[in-house]
């Protein structure tokens, strides 16, 4: 409470400061950063609206429809899991595969767990917990697939190969997790009843973290997933979420065994008129997400059932770790956009494909009002930073007073600075995604995508894309000067 009371006392102080002064020269920053707040905020509130809705009304609807469906059946949904591991604590390990061997004998119609591993440690891990677990899971079937290191999407290729042979109904629900995540106990019994629904192919849910390491990385974590929960809530209610996350997502089965959707899954690409051919190294919950959207395929949102994420810092440091997991993010985002882009409104739903067009647009947006503040600092007054400052404190402040709508509890006060940071950093990260496309890397694995075959080719792109970045915010800068009033 003493940190929210010196914060608004901060902020109340700083635009106090200003009050008076001389905004001579200032006039067209200020108005430019009230129309593109109005823009951005605007935006929120029709999201922050429709997830409520979605959350409050329309979701409870769904569920109780799902599930009186879903009673009448007379054979229940049977469960199975498929796990990928590589690199991962043994303690790490030991938690997700218990959860998983609950989950799955919690499932009435069985299960079957196919388990993909490299190490020869997490193999005999696995098969003693399963035995310890055996007696109490009469229809559980393990397969352990011991693989070369060669990538997550050949291990997932392979699992799913070896899931076809058990042929899987349309009334079965596949589970798709990381081996980081724990799995609700009840989750093949909360999912299965969605799929009564013939046009939903695939649902995601709710995600908790939990993280031993620096107490600011872990803010910074809650404070997406908060953020994750308001949007997918929103785009729920239209019936297409924009990601099916890769810690844990349940598909219909048959679909995910769908010999094409296996493909797809192990070697996605797009072709980019200046950086060529892109074979997706990272990405696949972006890849069985567009294979769905291309369909036809509705993907919903669970926001009452939760995973839990067991999260570690890729980097020493909480910058270096952001950094590095928003590359992997936003290049696996921006890769699936533009082809989802061409599907159409009338294709995919007006609100959807608005959207997956925001992701784009979003980044110039974000970026223009801090551009044009500096530019009249510089040319014009220096009185518009602290002005500028106080609007960041108070606006952020207030969002993430509306995100504890869907955590409740009262928000850490370095929320507000960890939301301006997110989205400073994510945009000017996405930027350099965007002319990057062919950058890609784990951040476990440390792989990255073959460019070392053709050197000179490889130094040739490189300069391109800072090419085209530095073109693009030049005529950022140079927009940022009209809008202000500084050059006319």
């Not at 798709?176 to 995601?204: E, H, M, Q, Y």
């Not at 952001?322 to 739903?349: D, E, Q, V």
């Amino acid at each position: 409470m003493l940190g929210h009371l010196l914060y608004i006392a901060a902020c109340a102080a700083i635009a106090l400061s200003v009050y008076d002064g001389n905004f001579t020269g200032a006039e067209g920053a200020i108005l430019t950063l009230g129309v593109i707040g109005t823009w951005r905020y605007g935006w929120g509130l029709v999201n922050f609206t429709r997830a409520l809705f979605y959350i409050h009304a329309r979701y409870p609807r769904q569920k109780r429809a799902a599930q009186a469906a879903y009673d009448r059946r007379a054979v229940p949904a049977h469960g199975y899991f498929m796990v990928t591991s590589y690199k991962i604590e043994p303690a790490v390990t030991r938690r997700v595969y218990q959860s998983i061997f609950d989950a799955a004998a919690a499932s009435e119609g069985g299960a079957t767990i196919v388990a993909s591993v490299v190490d020869g440690a997490d193999l005999r891990l696995i098969r003693d917990l399963y035995a310890a677990n055996e007696p109490r899971m009469p229809g559980v079937k393990l397969v352990i697939d011991q693989i070369p290191g060669s990538g997550k999407r050949d291990a997932i290729a392979r699992s799913l190969r070896l899931l076809q042979r058990e042929a899987p109904t349309p009334r079965d629900v596949l589970v798709f997790v990381d081996g980081d995540s724990c799995v609700p106990v009840d989750i093949v019994a909360r999912s299965a009843p969605f799929f009564t629904d013939p046009k939903v192919g695939a649902l995601t849910t709710d995600e908790r973290v939990e993280i031993p390491d620096d107490p600011t990385f872990r803010e910074w974590f809650h404070l997406r997933f908060q953020q994750r929960q308001m949007m997918m809530s929103s785009m729920a209610l239209g019936g297409r979420v924009l990601t099916l996350t890769g810690r844990m997502s349940v598909f219909r089965a048959d679909l995910a065994t769908d010999p094409s959707f296996v493909r797809q899954v192990q070697a996605d690409q797009i072709d980019h008129w200046r950086l060529g051919n892109i074979r997706f190294l990272t990405g696949d919950d972006k890849s069985t997400w567009f294979w769905l959207l291309s369909r036809g395929y509705r993907m919903t949102y669970l926001p009452d059932v939760h995973s839990l994420s067991m999260e570690s810092q890729p980097k020493p440091g909480f910058f270096e770790s952001a950094i590095a997991l928003m590359k992997r993010w936003f290049g696996n985002m921006l890769r699936t956009n533009g082809r989802a882009l061409a599907l159409g409104p009338s294709r995919i739903g007006a609100f959807t494909w608005w959207s997956i067009l925001d992701q784009r647009v979003s980044i110039f947006t974000t970026l223009l009002g801090p551009i044009a503040v500096l530019i009249t600092a510089i040319f014009a007054t220096p009185l518009v930073l602290p002005a500028y400052l106080a609007w960041v404190m108070f606006t952020r402040y207030v969002y993430c007073a509306a995100l504890s709508l869907f955590r409740p509890g009262f928000f850490p006060i370095s929320y507000p600075f960890l939301l301006y940071f997110g989205q400073i950093a994510g945009a000017s990260v996405k930027s350099y995604a965007l002319f990057r496309l062919d950058r890609q890397k784990w951040t476990r694995q440390g792989g990255s995508a073959g460019r070392t075959r053709l050197p000179v080719g490889a130094r040739l792109r490189n300069a391109s894309s800072t090419a085209m970045q530095v073109l693009a915010f030049g005529w950022l800068a140079l927009a940022a000067t009209f809008l202000t009033g500084l050059l006319r």
